[in-house]
């Protein structure tokens, strides 16, 4: 085996050891398929385990995963736009984190993201997110990220409903919250995912293009098109969002009901 050979069998090892899904196979494997793989990662990643029952004794302890911070806090300001038009500027602080296991092994998790109001009161948590448009609006003081992609908006809130406290901004203080409820992102996926809200028949039927661009013969006439949101803007309630399509430059606005979570008119730009 070659040393590339043998460093990318480590590392394979090393994710499996950092990553709860497949620590939770572990537990289940059978003994003798077990076997095989504990003797190649003993030789290659140097854990410190007797047999197959001291693996599984140790992966199982509570304390078998953690999280380490990985960098400072920044702590900044962000607007958040209410659903009344006001703009509220809360605290906003960020750091990176990193999962460890008791052996010693980690790799890069996530950046966290932490927003307060002005009574230090935690509004938002959650992972960073690598999207091209994210928009923080707010109905009071829930606050909700807003992402948005060609024809599809998400819709992203809190993860808990507790008080929590970051007076002082100290960095123990972000470090508790980032570790009593990063558990709860576990399912923030299947979350936004319910509330995904597509726009695509907006597109199909004409709504953002100026002429009749599309192709009933050809479904797949407007494929590569782009759109990005201009803009977002509060109006009796509800959020006005401009579309533009700079395929075939054209706009058009769609309003939000964030409490309802679903769209509730729609309109030409100008």
Not at 159 to 165: A, H, I
Not at 253 to 264: A, F, G, R, T
């Amino acid at each position: 085996m070659t040393k590339k050979e043998k460093e990318e069998l480590k590392e394979t090892f090393e994710r499996i050891l950092l990553d709860e899904i497949a620590i939770k196979d572990i537990l289940t494997t059978d003994d003798e398929r077990l076997k095989h793989h504990l003797k190649t990662a003993k030789k290659y990643c140097n854990i410190p385990v007797k047999n197959i029952e001291d693996l599984r004794n140790q992966i199982r302890a509570t304390d078998f995963l953690s999280l380490e911070r990985a960098s400072l806090w920044e702590i900044s300001f962000i607007p958040v736009l209410n659903y009344d038009g006001n703009i509220h500027n809360f605290g906003y602080c960020r750091a990176k984190y990193n999962i460890v296991n008791k052996w010693g092994h980690k790799r890069f998790l996530n950046y966290f993201q932490i927003i307060y109001s002005n009574d230090f009161l935690v509004r938002w948590f959650n992972y960073e997110l690598n999207e091209p448009q994210i928009f923080w609006v707010s109905i009071e003081n829930e606050v909700y990220r807003i992402t948005y992609r060609h024809e599809n908006l998400r819709i992203f809130h809190n993860v808990f409903n507790e008080t929590e406290s970051v007076a002082g901004l100290a960095p123990e203080t972000f470090d508790n919250v980032v570790r009593k409820h990063f558990k709860k992102l576990e399912s923030e996926f299947d979350s936004s995912e319910k509330q995904r809200i597509e726009l695509d028949r907006y597109f199909k039927k004409g709504f953002f293009y100026k002429g009749p661009r599309y192709d009933l013969k050809n479904p797949h006439s407007f494929e590569g098109e782009i759109s990005v949101m201009k803009d977002v803007k509060a109006e009796n309630g509800l959020f006005r969002m401009e579309i533009e399509n700079t395929t075939y430059p054209h706009s058009g606005y769609v309003y939000l009901d964030l409490k309802k979570l679903n769209i509730v008119g729609a309109e030409l730009a100008g």
